[in-house]
């Protein structure tokens, strides 16, 4: 297989990047209301304030801006965010805008002048040194379904009905095999020559090994197609276009086309073992059917050449599929607990929380999915609250769903993803697109063609052109762009499914830039998404480097480009978006690898849901910054579905996974040896609960009832060099408990909690009540530290809120958004900075500068090397997997000047299960969301953030600073570090790696660092003294140049005294 790579480096010349504060009058704890009818003049700044007006200056990154002007200074008045967010009533947009321009000679080589408004030919591409490699893809079959465990006390109130369905992990839904093996007279050859998959026996693709016995399914189990959720669109598969095509393709195997198929020579087989297992054979009855039809286009699937009577069948089936389809209605967060049945705690009937009225629906093969109630509609208490910004056209806004393929036996629900936020999809009507590689009767233009009946498919017979290949489309004019959507072929054959690709934007058709997107899909027959930053091109290229099962061919049915609703040029005063990472999982939770600088994720024993699993597996990804290579992995050798866990690097580096779906579980991941191992089980089954590590390297836990039953969760501690777990019952989690309206299952979730001195734990929420927890002393204890109280008195609870320790010499925490209920909560402002002392005294609080910009609440907030906290994502109002209210313009906080400062915005909605990580070379990663099985919610992605300490006031990547060498890679707390640097450097610090799940980083910390001048170039600090401050384990060295500019880390492991 072609291994592709691309390496870019884009340096620049620093300049001082100067980033104004906001002040604003003090009030009380305001919570602006997201149906705000403020009408504060946004065009000029406060009276007295030192602000500038961005309108009256050169923008960076190019001489254009957009007719409107730039957006309010990011200094203004809290009140005025909310209309800049979700739009005015007098923002309607003129459709006509959008309509592509009448046919023209324009070509690639000389392409239209016309541009989208907003945009300009003068503004220059952001390029990002994203090179990339080869993944490896790794990929499974079924697995037993069992009975989940439920958690008493958590009732929904909600009575809509929640679809349930099997899904398969990633392999095809479709039953079809090989078939026709051995001799045939007409020896793989129709009227015409073309090859039909008929070959004779030396021809045949199936080894014996690779046929495993399977269950046989008449002609009249055909597949059907029925709604996936009760948002679900009631038209077939078109990608992204109204009406359009019939499910599976018809037509295939009937016609004279030569159409490619999966029963070629044994060098073209596209099913391996695992594939073959899930799948039954065809029947004589469909066999003979195949053959009826002098069929040239054979599609590796059984009832892909069926009869146009058996489609009839088929229709007919469809229906009653949809009469029959499961009305039974549970909540997500209750399904998600399986447990190992052999286990006494957390497992099976025998473990707590186990509930015998609750019932998953018991399916034949494959996996179970949950939709939660209204995963895709907007919950009804908030409809009224907010008005949500224009769409260009309801018509075309709605994205392709995925389809629920159903026969006599099976119920398979495939995944589903988000689309483009707030976009449509463009007419394609007058495109032209070219392609590298065509088979004969499967051309390029059949992408765009409006059918999925049809597809392109690169060139299988003869010659095999080998990847990369790709398809270009030119739209004729300029379009503010932000996502593409791919529609497989839907036939019932992987052949040329794409997995490893490129996304490109282009002006001119010449100057294509780094891809916007890249990554690995899953490999099945729905819809994928790339979405990305908002950019104005006219053309569009998809490059696919590798294919599902690592064959040298591509197809593709449908594909359709995204129209954004605006664009704003980027500014280096707040940063960049982009690129975007695509995963074949849902990054629900990671870290980075202290040993690789590899970000590792994970969800859950499937790709887009928790729920309704066998326990026992996870399934995870990685992606390697330095190559960009997209790689996955199932986890089954520790036994633990490690969604919704405790995560905490201990003091030996280790990443410490607890709880969760298997709820007394804990598993290691050693960096060093790259290798998961099962550690020992906890004393109380736990999920959603938090940890943190303590000045010993232990690891501390507390609270979790959201599985492993509800019951009062005291604390306990693991020790890394004994490998056990201690309970410490005078740990007591009823202290730091919300006064959640779910009650305990709710209420000891998610914790805030940061080690400090002395084995102590400092708990700054999210309950207003703050404690300290002793882990040294026999049984443990607890101690009041007062309650986060600052001059406007006492602030509520903020569950799905943030904390950080950004200054972990002087004990500062800076806390931030969430909500007083789980859910169904209007999201604060607030934000709070806690200075700790000694342990046991009580910390104090004060409010931080006027609160946050805009109301968060499953948000995320990540340390960066200067001390700065950038905050992103979230949501107005908590409602778990929807993305209604989102928060798309991130915060920065700057604690030198105790204010806010807003960033650029975000198009890709990250709200609940997303997740923000702190890389090496100083950039954010932000991914994640959904994980709800059927939903429209699901993001299998991740984006970049450039912060603007990366860029000079020109908006050109700067010239970082360089660490040349360091004395140790390993030192004591107290001990002496020296570095040698390849230029001055006046600042210098260490952020500890991070960890990352449901709001919770309780691993992130930072120390400013006191530098002494050793010679040219050379410096010298002492790392604090107090593992309390200094925490065993992994950090990242940065220093900073006379402007900011960070270096790309080095890693120094930090060990106690």
Not at 396 to 424: G, H, M, Q, Y
Not at 1006 to 1032: C, E, W
Request: glycine share 10%; aromatic share 8%; hydrophobic share 30%.
């Amino acid at each position: 297989m072609k291994v592709v790579y691309a390496l870019t480096l884009c340096l620049g010349v620093a300049d001082a990047v100067v980033l104004p504060v906001f002040s604003a009058p003090k009030g009380g704890y305001a919570l602006p209301r997201p149906d705000s009818d403020d009408t504060t003049d946004t065009s000029k700044p406060a009276a007295g304030s030192s602000k500038t007006n961005l309108n009256s200056v050169l923008p960076v990154f190019g001489n254009a801006k957009p007719k409107s002007g730039f957006p309010a200074s990011a200094l203004s008045r809290r009140v005025e965010r909310i209309e800049q967010t979700y739009g005015s009533e007098d923002e309607s947009t003129d459709d006509s805008d959008y309509t592509p321009t009448e046919p023209s000679d324009a070509t690639p080589s000389s392409p239209s002048d016309d541009t989208p408004s907003g945009s300009s030919d003068d503004i220059q591409q952001v390029v990002y040194a994203e090179p990339f490699m080869q993944p490896t893809y790794v990929r499974f079959g079924p697995a037993p379904v069992d009975k989940p465990e439920v958690a008493p006390k958590a009732k929904s109130k909600s009575k809509d009905t929640a679809g349930v369905a099997k899904h398969g992990g990633d392999d095809d839904s479709s039953s079809g095999g090989h078939k026709q093996k051995g001799k045939d007279k007409n020896k793989g050859k129709d009227d015409k020559g073309r090859h039909n998959g008929d070959d004779d026996a030396t021809k045949s693709r199936k080894k014996p090994e690779d046929s495993p016995k399977t269950s046989s399914s008449s002609a009249t189990d055909s597949v059907s197609v029925t709604a996936t959720s009760t948002a679900a669109p009631t038209s077939s598969p078109t990608g992204d276009d109204k009406g359009k095509g019939r499910g599976k393709g018809k037509g295939k195997g009937k016609d004279n086309g030569g159409r490619h198929n999966s029963d070629d020579d044994a060098t073209k087989s596209r099913t391996r073992v695992d594939d073959s297992k899930t799948r039954t054979s065809a029947s004589p009855t469909a066999t003979a059917a195949s053959k009826k039809g002098s069929s040239g286009k054979h599609t590796g699937h059984d009832d892909a050449g069926k009869t146009e009577d058996s489609k009839t069948k088929s229709k007919k089936g469809s229906k009653k599929s949809k009469s029959k389809a499961s009305k039974k209605s549970f909540i997500t967060h209750q399904s998600g607990k399986t447990f190992d049945a052999d286990s006494t705690k957390g497992g099976g009937k025998n473990g707590p929380g186990y509930d015998p009225s609750f019932d998953v629906p018991k399916l034949n093969k494959g996996y179970i999915q949950a939709i939660p109630p209204k995963a895709s509609t907007l919950n009804n208490k908030f409809s009224s609250r907010v008005k949500p910004r224009p769409q260009l056209n309801a018509e075309k806004v709605r994205p392709l769903s995925s389809i629920l393929k159903r026969d006599a036996k099976e119920n398979i629900l495939s995944l589903r993803a988000a689309a483009p936020f707030n976009s449509a999809a463009i007419d394609r009507k007058k495109w032209s697109v070219t392609c590298d590689s065509v088979h004969e009767g499967d051309d390029c233009k059949n992408a765009i063609d409006g059918s999925s009946d049809t597809i392109w498919h690169t060139q299988w017979e003869g010659s095999e052109p080998a990847p990369p290949h790709s398809i270009t489309i030119d739209m004729k004019k300029s379009y503010n762009v932000n996502g593409i959507s791919m529609l497989p072929r839907q036939d019932g054959s992987q052949n040329g499914y794409i997995t490893q690709h490129q996304v490109f934007l282009s002006k001119d058709g010449k100057t294509w830039g780094s891809p916007v997107a890249y990554g690995n899909w899953y490999s099945d027959w729905t819809v994928k998404y790339a979405n990305f930053d908002t950019q104005p091109a006219r053309f569009v290229k998809l490059v696919a480097l590798t294919e599902a099962n690592g064959n040298p061919w591509t197809s593709i049915a449908e594909l359709n480009v995204f129209q954004a609703n605006d664009y704003v040029p980027p500014q280096a005063s707040q940063g960049a978006w982009g690129p975007t990472i695509n995963f074949p999982i849902i990054p629900v939770a990671g870290t980075v690898d202290p040993t690789t600088g590899k970000v590792l994720v994970w969800s859950s024993w499937a790709r887009d849901t928790m729920s309704g699993g066998p326990g026992g597996l996870t399934l995870t990804s990685t992606w390697d910054p330095a190559t960009g290579q997209v790689a996955e992995r199932q986890v089954t050798e520790i036994n633990h579905d490690m969604f919704c866990p405790g995560i905490s690097l201990d003091g030996n580096g280790q990443l410490v996974v607890t709880g969760g779906n298997n709820a007394e579980r804990t598993s290691l991941f050693d960096p060093v040896q790259q290798a998961w191992v099962p550690g020992p089980n906890m004393q109380v089954a736990r999920g959603y609960q938090s940890s943190a590590t303590t000045s010993t390297g232990k690891v501390f836990t507390i609270g979790g009832s959201w599985s492993g039953g509800s019951s009062f969760k005291n604390g306990e501690v693991y020790d890394p060099k004994k490998k056990t777990w201690t309970m410490l019952n005078k740990a007591d989690v009823q202290k730091m408990l919300t006064d959640d309206a779910q009650g305990l299952f709710r209420s000891d979730n998610h914790a805030w909690l940061f080690g400090w001195k002395s084995g102590t734990v400092f708990q700054a929420g999210p309950s207003k009540n703050m404690n300290w927890y002793y882990t040294e002393k026999k049984n443990g204890d607890v101690k009041t530290a007062g309650q986060r109280a600052s001059d406007r008195g006492v602030a509520p609870d903020a569950m799905c809120g943030n904390a950080i320790m950004f200054d972990a010499v002087k004990g500062k925490i800076l806390t931030h958004g969430g909500t007083p209920n789980y859910q169904d909560s209007d999201a604060t402002t607030d934000a709070h900075i806690i200075t700790v002392g000694n342990p046991g005294t009580n910390a104090s609080v004060a409010y931080a500068s006027e609160g946050l910009f805009f109301p968060r609440v499953f948000h995320s907030s990540v340390i960066l090397p200067n001390g700065n906290v950038f905050i992103t994502g979230g949501q107005q109002y908590a409602i778990p997997f929807e993305d209604s209210t989102p928060q798309l313009q991130p915060e920065m906080y700057y604690p030198d000047k105790d204010g806010f400062e807003l960033m650029k915005p975000n198009n890709i909605v990250r709200t609940y299960h997303s997740i923000a990580l702190l890389l090496p070379d100083g950039r954010v990663f932000n991914g994640g969301g959904g994980l709800c099985g059927g939903c429209d919610t699901n993001h299998f992605d991740a984006q970049l953030y450039t912060p603007p300490y990366l860029y000079d006031s020109k908006g050109k990547l700067a010239t970082r600073p360089k660490i040349t060498s360091v004395s140790v890679s390993s030192v004591k707390v107290g001990g002496t570090v020296s570095v040698q640097t390849g230029g001055a450097i006046v600042q210098a610090s260490l952020v500890r790696y991070g960890t990352a799940t449901h709001t919770v980083s309780s691993d992130q910390r930072r120390i400013p660092l006191t530098l002494a001048n050793a010679g040219k170039n050379s410096y010298s600090f002492q790392v604090p003294s107090d593992p309390g401050v200094a925490l065993p384990g992994y950090w990242m060295l940065f220093v900073m140049d006379k402007n900011g500019v960070p270096s790309v880390a080095s890693t120094i492991k930090v060990t106690g005294s």
